[in-house]
């Protein structure tokens, strides 16, 4: 089975930054977008940046211009890197791989990342 493992979250300032990473443990990485999404305390999950396998992106409105997501296909891993961030951006994060807009592999345990001064 195919796993997710998220890292790189933490307690971080207002306006502070982090930079977070998902492992896949297959060799079917480059076959699919990637996306991260995050889901915060009574909220739903949501999807806030994708990637695909060439490099192209789109981000959620609310991080445009603070988040960026890249990838490394020889490493099979996708990258966030959050800057200015927001006491709003507080949420468990997580990656999962798509399919026609759809999260196609079982969840990761995710990262946390809290903002707070």
């Known amino acids: 089975q195919v796993q997710l493992v998220e890292s790189g979250g933490g307690l971080v300032q207002p306006g502070g930054s982090l930079r977070l990473s998902c492992a896949v443990s297959a060799d079917i990485f480059n076959l699919y977008v990637m996306g991260w999404y995050r889901q915060a305390p009574g909220k739903q999950r949501e999807l806030v940046a994708v990637?695909?396998?060439?490099?192209?992106?789109n981000y959620e409105d609310s991080v445009k211009g603070r988040f960026t997501i890249s990838r490394d296909n020889a490493k099979n891993t996708v990258f966030l890197h959050m800057r200015s961030l927001k006491s709003e951006d507080t949420a468990v994060y997580y990656c999962?791989?798509?399919?026609?807009?759809?999260?196609?592999?079982?969840w990761g345990q995710g990262t946390q990342v809290t903002v707070s001064s």
């Open positions: 999962n791989a798509q399919t026609l807009g759809l999260p196609v592999l079982a």
């Open positions: 990637v695909s396998s060439g490099g192209t992106t």
